[in-house]
Each structure stands twice: as structure tokens, then as C-alpha cells.
């Protein structure tokens, strides 16, 4: 079997099973003379390990895979043939570089069988040294072993080792880092992997608490992750070879796979490599086939106004002249840049928002060189002169209070809305490496001006931290403590700089490097502030897990009048996309894979937001039951309940509707009732004669 990776598990546990023989008739043709063989179940045994010695097996080919390292086939004897132990894996890989077989053929092998961490097993059972002779060819394949609905552990595993096996329910794929590099996919069964953080807090039990010290739901976080993980297999794609081409799994006509993309019915080998269970390929009918689609961008009823977030993916234009390449983090060279620069372009001409939130911007000033000038001169290119302006931060050739190469930035249209005063910086010592970057605007669009403050914000990232910053695996990540800081920083300076600047109604964006239910976020929420977007509403993967670090956060008085959804075209997308490492194939047209975020759309209507689906259920069970998602419906009600209120509150406790009337009529209008609010968690309190509940929901 393929390994791929040196460092495997070297502590083996060797199980004393003696062979079983079998006299060879109930596999060997009709005229062949008897020739004591040993089931391979008997070899295999139940434990982890096989017993080694020297065998003689009959069995089927089943597969054949002269691009794994080491080189070889696999062999499975059928169920009327076999040792019929379940307990037992009927199945074993043979390496041989130069195998003369097929798939089909009926096999008498003796060799050696191992099972070590050593090459050529890595700790997968295989028979080496083989003497092979084809009995007969197309033969009946064994049937496909049903693989268990539930975990998939190593002892789940073991005992279909070799096996042909079928997936007995749809699996969705969780990971894309690995495809181009091993030609790999991460699936699971159950859907999407999520970061444990985006659900359980660290601190908190109910996740919606907003405490952001200690670890006392720690054990939460890691039981999460040990689901993840026992759910989770790899699609390998049959070889060893690095950056193979072409590219495994792609949909013909999309040419990509992305997390969330299903295959209703997976057939394959049960192998084993670096340190993985792994799923390789068959051919033909059996061959894995994927059902891939790409999100259309978000749309929305009537708007006073559109707002856009976007990570940009350290957007540097080098000199503005031309030269200045390679950039310190964003192209290395003029023609990758007009790759990138195209790419975000086409992402943001299709949200046409009126305001821009921009994070990784390269911080070189605001001139007619600057990259944020470049971005906008694109735009207006693509859209029409005078379409976008941008926002001076106040620095002509760095943003000051900035640490940093890359800043926060705000464009804006012009004929939707006019700045209201200078901007606003955050510009307190010490805190942040990016201030936060705030700008009140009034609208154009209505016949009576509304007034809004933006704020862009990028936290500091997880990828390092010493001391108090060092990562403590509680599932935060590096610099923790120091995004803690940035978060109660953010409260003071929406407090004492932004609404005294006149804005009522405060729209915080960008980068918070914090999933749903960290630290930061909880800060944000004790001072009263709102999430829109509820936790499944996710913005980033990483190694494997997918989150949300890029949040839609507003003042209390912006729900029912915000709707937030994230557009999905960056973090699902396979790496390997990107202009950086497609180069000259980059799609440069399309806006998928322009950048590592997704983008996070706002739409706003200051007189209240009544979504064009509120018949639809959109308010879940939260969390989400097993089973998966589960509509809310109001709990049976007894029968003198009289009438019942129904109180909606945000996490912290506020309340912002009440609802009153019959249990049915509150029932059948529920959707409508609610269908202004934004999406997040929100918590109901019902109340009646002889009844008083409360349950948390997730509003989509």
C-alpha cells in the first residue's frame, strides 16, 4: 500500500492465531487437483494485526494498482469460499510491482505475510514475495461488504481491510487540501466537518453564554473532535504519484470538487496508509462520481443597501507602475498579480455592493499607486468610471497605528451613499497590528436619509503566540488572549469614537480569526452586540474543518432591518485553483478560488426586511438534534392552556418580539412572524397556564 507519510504508528500488537487449511475444492476449477490452501480470515484473524508466516491463498483479484507504493493487487476470496467469520477480513494486498493479472482473475498466491510499520506494509497485512498462477480468469467478484452506518474507528475498520466495501449512506466531502498534491479527498458521513468552536464553547454549556475565560467545556471540544475524526475516511485516487495528472474527482464540466460536494453511493478497496483508512478506487460502473455544485450569488428583496466583506488575500499591486515584484505576501510576479486582481474583481462586480469592506489590502497609502486606488480603478474599468471612490484612512503612504504590510479599506459608491465626516482609526497603542477601520455613511437612495457606521476589522491569526498567546488546544488557537484584547478594544471604540460620531446604527465587519463560539465573539456579544449568521453559516476551511472567521456583527437595532448570507466561492474550492498555483490555467473570468475567505454579503432596508420565502421554515432546533437539522415547532400544549405568548430574545437576553394568541394560530404563523429577523441563535421563551419552557433556535 502507498506510504505517504514516514512517521507511522510503530507499536503492533501480534496475535498467536494458527493457520486454518482447507482442502482448495470450493475454489480450485473442476479438474485441478486438491492443493491445500490457507483462508485468508485465518491469516488475517480478529485483532489488529495479521499472523505472519509463509501461506498458500486462493482468492479473486479485485483490484490492481501498479501506481501505489509498493505496487501490487488486491485479492478477496467470496463469501461461499471464505472462512465466514464477519470478525475476520477475507481480504489481502499482494505486492507485486510487475502483476500479470486482472481484475476478475481466480488466483493461487504463496508468500510471505506481514504487518508492520515497516515497509512494504505500514501497517497494512500484505503478502509479499509472491509465486502467482491464474486458476482461471473472470471470475465473480465477491460482493461489496455494507460498511456499519455509524463510526468509522480502527476497530470498525479493521476486519474490512482489504475488502471490497460500499458506503451505506451518501457522504459529502469534507476536505480538498490534498488532491492535487496525493490526489486524496477527506468524506464523511453526516455532512460537513466543522471546526468544534464554531458549536461548543470553550466556556461556556450552553454555547450561547457569553463567559470567554476558562476551559470548564473543554471535554466538549475534544469529544467533538473525536467524532470528526471517526467519521472521516479518505478517497485515495488508486497511486502514489505526487501532482498527478490529471487531476482525480473532477466534475467534467465544472472541473472542480468542493467541501459540501456528495456521492450518493461509494464502492471501493479498504486499504490502509499513512496512518489512514483509506477507500482506493474501482473502475468502470463502481467509479466515484461526485455531485458538485456552485452557489449562485446571494440575492435579496427590496434594499436601501448592499454591503460586501471580503478578505482579498494580501492584495498587493507592487509598485503601481509595474515593477516591485515579487511582493512581500501577494504576487510574485506582474502576470500573477493581473491573475488575482482579475479574480477578486469578478467576485466583487457580481455582489455589485455599495460598500466594500476590504482585509488584506497591501498598506501602502492612498495614492494613485496605492493598491487600494488599483482595485478601484478596476473597478470602474469593469463598471463604469466614477462606480466606486475610495476611503482615505488618513495615511498617504502607510495607515497609521498600523504594524503591519496589509490594513483594513472601505470603497463605496458615490451615487449610493456620501461619507458622513473623515474616517474613523482606531488609534490606541499597542492592540491591534491592523486598527479597525470605521466610516459613517448616509444613504441616497430613500426619500428620507438614513445614517450607518461600517467598521473593518482583522484580528490577529491563530498561527502563532508565546506566553499568555500560546495556543492552549482548547480549540482557539495561537494568540487567543491577544484577539481577547482586540475584541474588548473594538466594543471601546464603537462606544466612545464611532456612535458619538453620530451613528445609530453600527455594521462591524471582517476578519475576526475567531469561530462562532470563541472568546472574541463572546466579548462582542456581552457588550450587547449581535452575530447575524447562525454557526452553520461557515466562511473558512482548515485541515479538513470548516468554520467561520469572518462575521457580520451589528448593533442591536440593526435586526429585522439586516439580512447576512457568506458566498461560498473561495473556502471549498480545491487550493490548487488559485492564481498562485494555477498560473497561466487560472481561470481569471471566474471568481471561485479568488481568495482563501468567502465573502460575506449584507443586505439592509432601514423601514424592515420581509424575506420572499417567510412561508418557509427557516427556525431550527439548536443544537441540532441527532438526526440532523429539525424544524422548531411549538412543544404540545396542554389542553386549558389558554392563550400563549411567545417571547423572542436574543442569546444575551434581550428581547426584541413578543407574540401572543392561540397555540395553533402562533404555530402556523410562526414563520412569518419571525421571517424579519436575521439568521443566528436566538432563544424562545413560551409561556402559558401551566406552562413555561424555554428552547434555543437557530434562525437560517
Not at 88 to 96: C, E, G
Not at 319 to 337: L, S, W
Not at 579 to 585: F, R, S, V
Amino acid at each position: 500500500m502507498a506510504s505517504k507519510s514516514a512517521a507511522l504508528c510503530t507499536s503492533l500488537l501480534t496475535l498467536s492465531i494458527l493457520p486454518h487449511t482447507t482442502p482448495a475444492s470450493a475454489q480450485a476449477a473442476p479438474d485441478a487437483p486438491a492443493v491445500p490452501f490457507t483462508h485468508i480470515g485465518a491469516i488475517q484473524g480478529s485483532g489488529a494485526t495479521a499472523t505472519p508466516g509463509t501461506y498458500t491463498i486462493e482468492a479473486v483479484v479485485t483490484g490492481v494498482y501498479p501506481g501505489l507504493s509498493p505496487a501490487g493487487f488486491y485479492v478477496q476470496e467470496v463469501a461461499s469460499a471464505s472462512d465466514g467469520n464477519p470478525a475476520t477480513s477475507d481480504a489481502l494486498y499482494v505486492v507485486q510491482p510487475d502483476a500479470k493479472v486482472n481484475i476478475g482473475d481466480n488466483v493461487r498466491i504463496t508468500g510471505t505475510v506481514l504487518e508492520s510499520a515497516a515497509g512494504p506494509s505500514f501497517t497494512q497485512a500484505v503478502l509479499t514475495d509472491p509465486k502467482v498462477e491464474v486458476l482461471w480468469p473472470k471470475n465473480q467478484l465477491p460482493d461489496f461488504s455494507v460498511l456499519p452506518a455509524g463510526q468509522y474507528s480502527s476497530a470498525d475498520l479493521e476486519h474490512f481491510e482489504g475488502m471490497r466495501v460500499q458506503f451505506p449512506v451518501s457522504l459529502t466531502v469534507a476536505d480538498v487540501y490534498s488532491l492535487k498534491r496525493r490526489g486524496e479527498l477527506i468524506l464523511t458521513t453526516g455532512g460537513t466537518l466543522y471546526q468544534p468552536t464554531q458549536f461548543i464553547d470553550p466556556n461556556d454549556n450552553p454555547a450561547t453564554g457569553t463567559s470567554s475565560t476558562g476551559t470548564s467545556n473543554l471535554a466538549a471540544i475534544n469529544a467533538y473532535q473525536t467524532a470528526n475524526l471517526e467519521r472521516s475516511v479518505v478517497l485515495d485516487d488508486g497511486s502514489a504519484a505526487s501532482d498527478p495528472s490529471p487531476v482525480p474527482f473532477l466534475d467534467p464540466q465544472l472541473r472542480t470538487v468542493r467541501v459540501g460536494s456528495t456521492i450518493p453511493k461509494l464502492r471501493g478497496i479498504m486499504g490502509y496508509a499513512y496512518n489512514k483508512w483509506r477507500i482506493q478506487p474501482l473502475p468502470g460502473s463502481d467509479a466515484p462520481s461526485f455531485d458538485v455544485k456552485r452557489p449562485p450569488v446571494p440575492t435579496f428583496g427590496r434594499l436601501d443597501l448592499k454591503i460586501a466583506s471580503f478578505n482579498v488575500l494580501n492584495y498587493f499591486n507592487g509598485d503601481g507602475a509595474g515593477g516591485g515584484y515579487p511582493t512581500p505576501r501577494g504576487a510574485k510576479t506582474a502576470e500573477d498579480f493581473a491573475r488575482q486582481r482579475s479574480k477578486i474583481m469578478a467576485g466583487l462586480a457580481r455582489m455589485n455592493p455599495d460598500i466594500i469592506g476590504l482585509s488584506e489590502m497591501e498598506n501602502d497609502g492612498n495614492g494613485d499607486n496605492s493598491a487600494l486606488q488599483d482595485l478601484a480603478n478596476g473597478l470602474n474599468q469593469l463598471l463604469g468610471a466614477g462606480t466606486y471612490a475610495i476611503i482615505n484612512d488618513g495615511g498617504s503612504a502607510k495607515q497609521p497605528n498600523n504594524t503591519d504590510v496589509i490594513r483594513c479599506a472601505i470603497l463605496y459608491k458615490p451615487a449610493a451613499v456620501t461619507p458622513l465626516g473623515p474616517a474613523l482609526l482606531d488609534m490606541t497603542p499597542g492592540v491591534f497590528e491592523r486598527p479597525p477601520l470605521g466610516q459613517l455613511f448616509i444613504t441616497r437612495r430613500s426619500a428620507r436619509p438614513d445614517t450607518l457606521a461600517l467598521v473593518v476589522n482583522h484580528f490577529k491569526s491563530k498561527g502563532s503566540g508565546s506566553g499568555p498567546n500560546a495556543d492552549l488546544n482548547d480549540g482557539q488557537g495561537g494568540s487567543n488572549q491577544r484577539r481577547r484584547e482586540q475584541a474588548r478594544e473594538l466594543v471601546q471604540f464603537i462606544n466612545q469614537k464611532v456612535k458619538p460620531a453620530g451613528a445609530r446604527h453600527v455594521v462591524c465587519i471582517g476578519d475576526y480569526n475567531a469561530n462562532y463560539e470563541e472568546d472574541p465573539i463572546d466579548i462582542l456579544r456581552a457588550a450587547g452586540l449581535v452575530t447575524v449568521t447562525p454557526p452553520t453559516s461557515a466562511s473558512y476551511v482548515f485541515k479538513g474543518l470548516t468554520g467561520s472567521l469572518d462575521h457580520c456583527i451589528v448593533t442591536p437595532n440593526m435586526v429585522g432591518i439586516i439580512d447576512v448570507h457568506k458566498w461560498n466561492i473561495n473556502s471549498g474550492e480545491p487550493p490548487f485553483l488559485q492564481y498562485d498555483a494555477a498560473g497561466a490555467a487560472t481561470d481569471v473570468a471566474s471568481p471561485f478560488r479568488s481568495s482563501d475567505h468567502d465573502p460575506v454579503l449584507i443586505g439592509i432596508n432601514f423601514s424592515g426586511l420581509a424575506p420572499s420565502n417567510a412561508a418557509s421554515a427557516r427556525l431550527y432546533m439548536y443544537p441540532n438534534p441527532e438526526g440532523g437539522a429539525r424544524a422548531f415547532s411549538l412543544p404540545e400544549l396542554p389542553a386549558n392552556v389558554g392563550p400563549v405568548s411567545l417571547e423572542v430574545n436574543l442569546p444575551q437576553g434581550a428581547p426584541i418580539l413578543r407574540l401572543q394568541g392561540s397555540g395553533p394560530l402562533l404555530q402556523s404563523q410562526l414563520n412569518r412572524y419571525t421571517s424579519h429577523l436575521a439568521p443566528g441563535i436566538y432563544v424562545l421563551r413560551i409561556k402559558g397556564r401551566g406552562l413555561d419552557k424555554t428552547q434555543r433556535v437557530m434562525k437560517q
